[in-house]
């Protein structure tokens, strides 16, 4: 399975050349995917998505397709995500992306889809690969479980050091994971984490931080 899992999308060079390597192919003989779904419940301003695709756009792709997996049927959405070579799952919130990634099917389609495809993943969209959803800060209804999909064995905290983004300074971090069970790594805009099979590392340009898993913390029941 190959993945890279961005904190803010294709913003340098650097996170351009992995998606390539991971692709083993060129972006301008690649077609991508984009799937904007977590956006739709995020109120006001959305020139961050937008800015996102842009940047998917001037990474050369040779097409880019806005998928939305809440907004199309399955007969719609299904072949689409089929002729793509690049999955982006673009960022917004994560309770509602993970809502609707199970509701539509594609949570459960996705492991298959990846034998051949490799994973985009723009801040909520990288959160919701990890084993469980725990570091969100999602104000909508709370799913059924915090489990997350799963690709991979560890949690990604996205905007490190962002001003926007209080918690994610690295004090409020460190406290939010004590006794998380899973490594955490936590990611300026300008950094990912590579998934190349059994290969992770991180990319990119940036201050970032990986906090080690410990015994998993009590729950309220």
Known sequence: MRLLLTSAGL???ESC???AALARRPLASLAVAVVPTAANVIPGDEGWLIADCVNLQRAGFAQVDLVDVSAL???VWSP????ADVLAVTGGDTTHLLHWLRRSGLAATLPGL???RVYLGVSAGS???GPHLRLSRSVQRAPEDTAGLGLVDFLVQPHLDSPHFPSAREDAVRRAV???AHPTFALADGRAVLVDDDEVRVV???RHFVLPGGAEPSLPG
């Open 11 to 13: 913003v340098n060079a």
């Open 17 to 19: 050349e992995a998606l």
């Open 73 to 75: 049927e399955r007969e």
């Open 80 to 83: 689409r995500l089929e002729e």
């Open 114 to 116: 990846l034998r051949e």
């Open 127 to 129: 959160m919701v690969t």
């Open 178 to 180: 004590a006794g998380f």
């Open 204 to 206: 990119g340009a940036g």
